[in-house]
């Protein structure tokens, strides 16, 4: 399945509950090596000998084209891939962009979940205004849609906690203001900010700029997400942003939008741009008249990556397919029915649309691909993320808990490959999501059971799932990249969804992962360093800012993202809302 094939080698790491620390590399569908890194420093020259080595594992002897190597943004991983793509200056290198992207709103989500006599006032008085109890969710510090869905959460039970804050402050002894003198303080300090207008004013302020956030990093995060895609998604947040006018909002959209440019400067951009003009959907339609796109420049561009991938100079018939192409005549003439077909198709599927599909319409049957669609080929089939990787560990820590830490890295791997291939089973056949419905749905009809989502029976712990909801995994097609985005399953189990037992953490083990990953982020927005140096031949595209890039008048390609990026991310919302229909509160 995987010679001859394009690939992207994925590389990221983890550490288990055994303490061990395993770095995994994988080629979307493939787990190539698991390497148990603990008793190694964590340094770029280690790294880059653990690239070497399953790079040409993939070449040699599996027989794969590795095309592209995606690592997390850290330090060591920026140094190991600048070092590796000077050795190997055909391979495209990229940052996992999944990893890219107010302390009252969560100091009172954690303070309500933590009172249960609060919660049960909180699900009376739902029951007494709508009939509907809702729960208080939590935010996961690596979920950007948890973060979302908590705050949306808490505005809409604005009027419910004021409600009861305002019912408790008329009784003759409080319900809530009770415990020692901190959890007395604490708690007049909670019912004021309950009572701040201003607060609920932000807090809205705040879920509107995260919303846009939250539904990129939802399409980013797919199993697989081509590098066309990441650009698009930068420009759709960036004219977003533009949009939003009032003068409270400005501050903080220009925020986002400096980080979002300052993302794009450290990337290898020339290589995104020529993916969204060989995506036949967009071709150049997203991007201004700036004169580094006309068709000479074009023509030049792709030319030069030619010749840096393929090593060697392209067909003299591939600039003329290239014109060709742009200009949609000749044997391209008909590239706009086919686009239109393709989107319907996208459209009734709910997913975007594929490239590839386009260009396979204008192949002869069991003829090699003409140049510019093995160019096309080889540029569409790379993955600017390490999902796969991520995946990997997530039924990683299921299975490597503290009554099975003795397991090695061998057989957890291949445990690990056989509930994945299991998983992908399930979702292929769509018994996935319908499980999940028939464990959390409400029951219906005449022996539907009075107790659900009934604060007076006694709740009882529902069975485990019979599948691991992970993100899909897709199956290598020969001669097709896979699809962007999957809409069979969500992308990830939220852990707030798993049991508060399953998941407990020492304060000081979570403040450890804070500390972490507020200094990856300090450390790579220190690093500024271009990818190439000046004096490298590889590029002399100059690099152009997402705001001088895009045509922001032309919403025809926002309409066909925002589509797609809408039916993903409402996939994900209704999973959230299946799942936490009245979950129970937290001990303090």
């Known amino acids: 399945a995987v010679y001859g094939q394009n690939a992207t080698l994925q590389a990221d790491g983890w550490t288990g509950e055994n303490h061990h620390h395993m770095i995994a590399c994988m080629i979307t569908l493939y787990t190539v090596k698991v390497h148990d890194a603990s008793a190694e420093r964590k340094t770029a020259d280690n790294l880059l000998r653990l690239l070497e080595e399953v790079f040409r594992k993939v070449q040699d002897e599996w027989g794969g084209v590795v095309v592209a190597i995606v690592?997390?943004?850290?330090?060591?991983?920026?140094?190991?891939?600048?070092?590796?793509?000077?050795?190997?200056?055909?391979?495209?290198?990229?940052?996992?962009?999944?990893?890219?992207?107010?302390?009252?709103?969560?100091?009172?989500?954690?303070?309500?979940?933590?009172?249960?006599?609060?919660?049960?006032?909180?699900?009376?008085?739902?029951?007494?205004?709508?009939?509907?109890?809702?729960?208080?969710?939590?935010?996961?510090?690596?979920?950007?849609?948890?973060?979302?869905?908590?705050?949306?959460?808490?505005?809409?039970?604005?009027?419910?906690?004021?409600?009861?804050?305002?019912?408790?402050s008329n009784r003759p002894e409080s319900q809530i203001i009770i415990g020692d003198r901190a959890a007395k303080t604490k708690a007049k300090k909670m019912l004021e900010l309950i009572d701040n207008g201003v607060f609920w004013q932000s807090l809205a302020r705040f879920v509107r700029h995260l919303r846009p956030l939250g539904v990129a990093v939802?399409?980013?995060q797919s199993s697989f997400c081509r590098v066309d895609t990441v650009l698009l998604t930068f420009g759709h947040l960036v004219a977003t942003y533009l949009d939003m006018n009032d003068p409270e909002d400005r501050p903080g959209c220009q925020a986002i939008i400096n980080s979002i440019e300052r993302r794009w400067s450290k990337?290898?951009?020339e290589i995104f741009i020529a993916a969204v003009i060989l995506n036949p959907v967009?071709?150049?339609?997203?991007?201004?008249?700036?004169?580094?796109?006309?068709?000479?420049?074009?023509?030049?561009?792709?030319?030069?990556?030619?010749?840096?991938?393929?090593?060697?100079?392209?067909?003299?018939?591939?600039?003329f397919d290239l014109l060709e192409y742009l200009g949609k005549r000749g044997d391209y003439a008909n590239l706009d029915v086919m686009c239109n077909i393709e989107k319907n198709r996208a459209d009734r599927n709910k997913t975007i649309p594929e490239p590839m599909n386009i260009f396979q319409t204008f192949l002869y049957a069991g003829k090699p691909d003409p140049p510019l669609i093995l160019f096309?080929?080889?540029?569409?089939?790379?993955?600017?993320?390490?999902?796969?990787?991520?995946?990997?560990?997530s039924i990683f820590g299921a299975t490597l808990t503290k009554l099975r830490n003795r397991l090695g890295v061998p057989l957890l791997t291949k445990l690990t490959e056989l509930k994945m291939h299991i998983r992908d089973e399930h979702i292929r056949d769509k018994t996935a999501k319908m499980r999940l419905k028939r464990r959390f749905e409400p029951p219906k009809g005449p022996g539907a059971s009075a107790g659900f989502n009934n604060p007076t029976t006694a709740p009882t712990a529902p069975p485990a799932p019979s599948v691991v909801v992970t993100p899909t995994t897709p199956v290598v097609n020969p001669g097709i990249p896979p699809p962007s985005i999957s809409i069979q399953a969500p992308d990830v189990v939220d852990p707030t969804l798993i049991p508060q037992a399953a998941q407990t953490h020492s304060s000081s083990g979570f403040r450890a992962l804070v500390e972490q990953e507020i200094t990856a982020v300090e450390l790579d927005d220190l690093d500024n360093d271009p990818l190439f140096d000046e004096q490298s031949d590889l590029t002399t595209y100059p690099l152009i800012p997402i705001s001088r890039l895009f045509d922001f008048s032309n919403k025809h390609w926002a309409?066909?993202?925002?589509?797609?990026?809408?039916?993903t991310f409402e996939e994900e919302l209704a999973l959230y809302e299946l799942l936490d229909l009245d979950a129970a509160g937290e001990d303090d």
């Open 267 to 269: 990337a290898d951009q």
């Open 71 to 168: 690592t997390d943004a850290s330090g060591e991983s920026r140094k190991a891939r600048r070092d590796f793509v000077k050795k190997y200056p055909w391979v495209i290198v990229l940052d996992c962009y999944a990893h890219q992207y107010t302390d009252s709103a969560t100091d009172l989500i954690a303070w309500l979940r933590g009172k249960t006599l609060l919660l049960a006032l909180i699900r009376e008085e739902q029951l007494k205004t709508s009939g509907i109890t809702s729960a208080i969710i939590r935010a996961v510090l690596t979920r950007w849609t948890t973060h979302l869905r908590a705050y949306e959460r808490l505005l809409s039970l604005r009027n419910v906690l004021r409600s009861v804050a305002l019912t408790d």
């Open 559 to 567: 309409a066909i993202l925002t589509t797609h990026a809408k039916h």
């Open 282 to 319: 967009y071709q150049t339609s997203p991007f201004a008249l700036i004169p580094q796109l006309r068709l000479a420049e074009v023509v030049a561009m792709m030319t030069r990556l030619w010749r840096r991938f393929l090593k060697t100079d392209p067909p003299d018939t591939f600039a």
């Open 376 to 393: 096309a080929r080889r540029l569409l089939s790379v993955s600017a993320n390490s999902a796969s990787c991520e995946r990997l560990f």
């Open 218 to 220: 939802n399409v980013i």
